[in-house]
């Protein structure tokens, strides 16, 4: 499947701080990805170096096929909308309109306008007068409007009411469906994730713990209830994630191929939430309190 961001053993220094180190991941392309990761996991970096704001320092990143912000043309397929929404205070809605237009040669004058209709907005307001949900509003519809083959929202919706997050993320559903793009958005609301997106990545100190499609990511991890065992005499084809014990108790997350249990498991499915909650905890152990059967592999 063609990988709509690819990475190979990627890595950014500001000075003596690794921002990101040794990164490789692979992103198919036709999915909306969630990019998921505790603070300082290099997100963010990651998603800078994918629209060329920043540079390497080490190993390689391809977005759709080239070097990220190559050309005109590449800058083209690529729609950003950052972690701050940026607009331009001083300029009225319309003005961001006429300077999408200008800067971009594919712009969509129809979606543009259309869009800002749907939501309600007044052409001639300020967007230093409007709320953080509708600034975010109109980042995305910049974005959305140059019709990009690929999306990429870094924490678009982090800051928004309940109500203002619902919204934003409606209309991302609707043009991903209109357009039929490729969408990578890092967030830390994994529960907004799961409404939208359909293929996830956790990134945890520049490391991929665990990536694929969201349907299958579920279907092959349950969390099982039963007497107490030692990890180490499971099935071989049951990788733990998650431990904990009581005196006559095990409560593991697992992920598995295989349905057949033991009877003498309870057998519950989990969360996206849960999940990514799971991989996180494990690979914020200390080393050295890891044993081998709990490491996370892919």
Not at 21 to 44: E, F, Q, R, Y
Not at 65 to 72: D, E, F, I, N, T
Not at 196 to 202: E, F, I, N, P, Y
Not at 221 to 249: E, F, N
Request: hydrophobic letters at 45%; one cysteine or more; a negative charge.
């Amino acid at each position: 499947m063609t990988a709509v961001l690819e990475t190979h053993g990627l890595g950014k220094r500001f000075g003596q701080r690794t921002a990101l180190s040794d990164c490789t991941l692979s992103i198919p392309a036709g999915h909306v990805t969630g990019l998921v990761g505790p603070n300082g996991a290099g997100k963010t970096t990651l998603l800078n170096l994918a629209v060329g704001l920043l540079a390497p320092t080490s190993g390689t990143i391809e977005v759709l096929g080239g070097r990220p912000a190559a050309s005109p043309a590449q800058l083209a397929k690529v729609g950003f909308v950052a972690q701050d929404t940026p607009v331009y205070s001083g300029l009225s809605v319309a003005d961001h309109l006429r300077l999408g237009a200008h800067m971009n040669p594919g712009w969509d004058a129809d979606i543009a306008r259309r869009r800002i209709s749907d939501l309600g907005l007044d052409p001639a307001q300020k967007a230093g007068k409007l709320s953080g949900g509708q600034r975010a509003q109109i980042a995305l519809t910049l974005a959305i409007a140059k019709r990009p083959e690929l999306l990429i929202l870094d924490e678009p919706i982090a800051s928004l009411d309940p109500l203002a997050r619902r919204e934003f993320l409606q209309l991302l559903m609707e043009v991903t469906a209109e357009q039929e793009i490729s969408v990578v958005m890092s967030s830390h609301l994994v529960s907004d994730l799961e409404r939208v997106c359909d293929h996830l990545v956790v990134l945890v100190a520049s490391k991929v713990l665990v990536a694929g499609e969201v349907e299958h990511l579920l279907a092959a991890h349950r969390q099982l209830t039963g007497p107490r065992r030692d990890p180490a005499d499971l099935p071989a084809d049951w990788q733990v994630i998650a431990a904990s014990h009581t005196d006559r108790q095990s409560t593991l997350l697992v992920r598995s191929e295989s349905a057949t249990f033991d009877p003498a498991w309870s057998v519950d499915q989990i969360g996206l939430e849960d999940l990514v909650l799971a991989y996180m905890s494990q690979a914020a152990k200390p080393a050295g309190n890891r044993k081998p059967e709990l490491e996370v592999q892919r």
